[in-house]
């Protein structure tokens, strides 16, 4: 049984274009996340949600919405992908805001 | 804000021998901390961590690290590397009050050689 899935694990897409990634967890968690990885390895936290709540969001593009329809839903939607988007997103979850957290296997996004 | 700065990129070492990374953090409250493995083309997974208690943690795969406070670091250690440990290896640090986020430092890849 996956905690953390993501769907797709890849995506290719033009400039221009809007797309979704998809993230569910079954550990019961009550927060979840969105961190993006660059070319470089660097991770950084976009979104936290707690509760379906957004309590975190790191100056992130408003191209990057993200949606929770329920607390073991955390989908990231970007409209008029750039370039510069080109990363490994990654989800994640944890029990609380103060514990570990557990993450997805990366959805790689690739725009060209 | 708080910041973590993992000393050494990448740590090239033969089978066998022992490994140290090196992690080192920045806050002006008390923290949490992580440390997670990276294997190619897959998600993180948590390595250990120290929340309180005990300033040596033992962790997963035969990996330890030890909490110190004065020098506000916290070196991941192994006495014996496999093949297997060739990874990206992240340290993370969370304030245990305010804003509920990982920060990552900026990863070591450990290669291990035959």
């Known amino acids: 049984d996956t905690a953390v899935s993501q769907t797709p694990k890849y995506l290719v897409t033009q400039m221009g274009n809007d797309k979704s990634i998809k993230c569910e967890q079954n550990?019961?968690?009550?927060?979840m996340y969105w961190y993006k990885q660059d070319s470089k390895k660097f991770l950084k936290i976009m979104f936290s949600?707690?509760?379906?709540?957004?309590?975190i969001n790191e100056t992130v593009p408003n191209r990057f919405s993200p949606k929770s329809p329920d607390k073991a839903h955390l989908n990231l939607h970007i409209n008029s992908l750039e370039l510069g988007d080109s990363a490994v997103y990654f989800c994640?979850?944890?029990?609380?805001?103060?514990?570990?957290?557990?993450f997805g296997q990366g959805t790689r996004l690739t725009v060209v | 804000a708080q910041s973590v700065t993992q000393l050494d990129s990448q740590v090239p070492v033969f089978e066998e021998a022992p490994v140290e990374l090196r992690c080192n953090y920045s806050?002006?409250?008390?923290?949490?901390l992580f440390w997670y493995v990276q294997y190619p083309n897959q998600g993180l997974q948590l390595l250990l961590k120290?929340?309180?208690?005990?300033?040596l943690v033992k962790g997963i795969n035969g990996f330890e690290a030890e909490f110190n406070k004065s020098q506000t670091s916290f070196h991941l250690r192994k006495p014996s590397v496999h093949i297997s440990d060739t990874a990206e290896y992240f340290c993370?640090?969370?304030?245990?009050?305010?804003?509920?986020?990982?920060?990552f430092g900026q990863g070591t890849r450990l290669t291990i050689n035959p």
């Open positions: 120290y929340l309180s208690g005990s300033t």
């Open positions: 994640a979850s944890s029990r609380t805001a103060n514990t570990e957290a557990f």
């Open positions: 806050s002006s409250v008390s923290v949490y």
């Open positions: 550990l019961g968690h009550d927060t």
């Open positions: 993370a640090v969370r304030i245990i009050q305010g804003a509920q986020k990982l920060v």
């Open positions: 949600y707690n509760n379906k709540e957004l309590i």
